[in-house]
């Protein structure tokens, strides 16, 4: 199956400050590329996806890359707030469908 | 607002009871999952159906876990005898079709004492 990979899989940051976290993946059919946001004591909920066709996706404070030559995608958190803080996963989904999620990333926002 | 759901939301159970989680899907999605989380740690695929139809369960011990749709309107996780490391959230989630976003439930919190 898919290996995925996820660094850091810690992250401190100020607020304000700039978050990035990289999803590495070994299966070179995948095409849909997710970000989940899980909150302490919550479910997993979608963030932003992109598809193996475009480069780069945006929604406000939030985007994410794809380099698909590398097999590899990012999630970037900017303007940093504490309401960010949680723990992000990522999904790379080939033909088969979700199956395995990245290990995670807690991602902590010191105000 | 659809919406995956999940029963029991919290379950404390004894060692060697029976547990039986429970899953609505969102009307439509033909894709279930099971997933497994202890600790806030990542999320552990234990089985998934499509159509019905169990696609993959190799990340289930079958020796007392078993899942089951007996409809497309409800599947079910079963754990015989339970055992206190079986203690975690468990997540359904559901989808439709392959390549799309999955939408998770609130979770089974389940405490094996």
């Known amino acids: 199956g898919e290996n995925v990979e996820q660094h850091p899989s810690t992250l401190s940051v100020q607020e304000g400050d700039s978050a990035v976290i990289k999803c590495t993946y070994s299966d070179s059919a995948s095409n849909y590329f997710p970000w989940y946001k899980q909150e302490l004591g919550k479910r997993p909920q979608l963030i932003i996806d992109?598809?193996?066709?475009?480069g780069e996706k945006k929604d406000q404070r939030i985007a994410v890359t794809l380099n698909k030559t590398a097999k590899h995608f990012s999630l970037h958190i900017t303007e940093t707030q504490p309401e960010d803080s949680a723990v992000y996963f990522c999904a790379p989904v080939s033909g088969a469908n979700n199956l395995f999620f990245g290990t995670g990333t807690r991602l902590t926002v010191i105000p | 607002d659809a919406r995956v759901t999940q029963t029991p939301r919290h379950k404390v159970t004894e060692m060697g009871q029976e547990v039986t989680m429970r899953c609505q899907p969102i009307?439509?999605?033909?894709?279930v999952f099971w997933y497994r989380q202890t600790m806030m740690q990542g999320l552990e695929l234990l089985a998934y159906?499509?159509?019905?139809?169990?696609?993959?369960d190799s990340g289930m011990p079958k020796d007392r876990f078993s899942a089951e749709m007996p409809d497309a309107t409800l599947a079910t996780l079963k754990i015989q005898p339970s055992e206190p490391r079986d203690s975690a959230v468990y997540f359904c989630?559901?989808?439709?079709?392959?390549?799309?976003?999955?939408?998770f439930g609130e979770g089974s919190w389940l405490t094996v004492v």
């Open positions: 009307l439509g999605h033909n894709t």
């Open positions: 989630a559901s989808g439709q079709g392959t390549g799309n976003t999955i939408y």
């Open positions: 992109i598809r193996s066709n475009v």
């Open positions: 159906f499509r159509n019905r139809a169990p696609l993959d």
